[in-house]
Nanobody, 124 residues
Framework: QVRVVESGGGLVQAGGSLRLSCAAS????????VGWFRQAPGKEREFVAA????????YYTDSVKGRFTISRDNAKNTVYLRMNSLKPEDTAVYYC?????????????????WGQGTQVTVSS
């Protein structure tokens, strides 16, 4: 059973930075994708970024390109989301997810493994 656990959320002023962590455990992740999604109040959950566990390929939604960076530390089984130049519209619960495929699908329903989420609040 794959398990992912997020940490690192908090309150930050607009223009600030945060780093989220996603610790993964379970079967080997060599063929997995690990991604970040977010859900703001009253909105649907949306894709933010993803990376292949076995390679350096990264994917981002347009609204975070140039501001967010997804990276991984295979030795620690951890994926990070570095968020810079944060905006109030980035406020949401951020979820880590995993998918046993190398194909990036941004639909939340295609990702079977989810963490509990971590709140990110950006004040103006």
């Amino acid at each position: 059973q794959v398990r992912v656990v997020e940490s690192g959320g908090g309150l930050v002023q607009a223009g600030g930075s945060l780093r989220l962590s996603c610790a993964a455990s379970g079967p080997t992740f060599s063929s997995y994708l690990v991604g970040w999604f977010r859900q703001a109040p009253g909105k649907e959950r949306e894709f933010v970024a993803a990376t292949r566990w076995s390679a350096g390929s990264t994917y981002y939604t347009d609204s975070v390109k140039g501001r967010f960076t997804i990276s991984r530390d295979n030795a620690k089984n951890t994926v990070y989301l570095r968020m810079n130049s944060l905006k109030p519209e980035d406020t949401a619960v951020y979820y880590c997810a995993a998918r046993d495929s190398v194909v990036v699908i941004t639909t939340p329903g295609a990702w079977p493994y989810w963490g509990q989420g971590t709140q990110v609040t950006v004040s103006s």
